[in-house]
């Protein structure tokens, strides 16, 4: 179970290590390609706010990633999960919103449940 939880972790990690650092770094790029790709729809959100966005997926994806010997090392990707579960709460309604595709969301949704319920204190 515990090598599961690893690879959950690490897939959750990378995917938002990646799009989070996209955004901070190349986001005209990313936003020019989203425009072409969804047919000249407008991305609504500014570049300061995407910038947050992925800050915080890069913290997300940090704790999903690092291994802390904690008092409670289960508290971390605890933590990092459901906080990536928000953020992607968020992303769903945002592309529900736009009329996209909200698959890749309830995936990574589903990738944190998953990450949550693996880690819980009892269930190990």
């Not at 290590?17 to 729809?41: M, N, P, Q």
């Not at 605890?78 to 709460?89: E, G, N, P, Q, R």
Request: glycine share 8%; charged share 10%; proline share 5%.
């Amino acid at each position: 179970m515990n090598v599961l939880m690893w690879i959950a972790q690490l897939i959750l990690g990378g995917v938002f290590l990646f799009t989070g650092i996209s955004k901070i770094i190349a986001y005209d790029k990313v936003r020019k390609f989203v425009e072409v790709r969804t047919k000249g729809h407008t991305v609504s959100i500014p570049a300061g706010q995407a910038a947050v966005i992925g800050m915080a997926e890069v913290c997300g994806a940090v704790g999903e990633i690092l291994p802390l010997n904690l008092a409670f090392p289960f508290l971390l990707p605890l933590v990092s999960s459901a906080f990536l579960a928000i953020l992607m709460l968020g992303a769903f309604q945002y592309h529900l919103r736009r009329k996209e595709s909200a698959a890749p969301s309830i995936v990574l949704i589903l990738l944190a449940v998953l990450v949550i319920i693996g880690r819980w204190p009892w269930w190990g």
